[in-house]
């Protein structure tokens, strides 16, 4: 079983920054693709951006530019550094782990960007 554990959200001014960070624990695969997934009121979850475990990182069109997805294998760590952030990007974000056709998630933290 995987648990993941989320941290860093919050409030923050349009132009801002925020960094957001996932722990993963339980029985991680080296080979197992990490990745952030985010959910607007009234709006699908979408993918934010992923990173394979050999460390290629994929972004959303919306965010390619403005932020930047790392992870640390030996911590089995994901991080996501959000700047330029835009009240547009305002949503409940979560960690996702995908690793032998399973599929886990984070319990999400609220990132909220103010005009």
């Known amino acids: 079983q995987v648990q993941l554990v989320e941290s860093g959200g919050g409030l923050v001014q349009a132009g801002g920054s925020l960094r957001l960070s996932c722990a993963a624990a339980?029985?991680?695969?080296?080979?197992?693709?990490m990745g952030w997934y985010r959910q607007a009121p009234g709006k699908q979850r979408a993918l934010v951006a992923f990173?394979?475990?050999?460390?290629?990182?994929n972004y959303a069109d919306s965010v390619e530019g403005r932020f930047t997805i790392s992870r640390d294998n030996a911590k089995n760590t994901v991080t996501l550094q959000m700047n330029t952030l835009k009240p547009e990007d305002t949503a409940v974000y979560y960690c996702?782990?995908?690793?032998?056709?399973?599929?886990?998630w984070g319990q999400g933290t609220q990132v909220t960007v103010s005009s």
């Open positions: 339980g029985s991680i695969a080296s080979r197992s693709t």
């Open positions: 990173i394979t475990g050999g460390g290629t990182p």
């Open positions: 996702n782990l995908q690793q032998y056709a399973s599929n886990y």
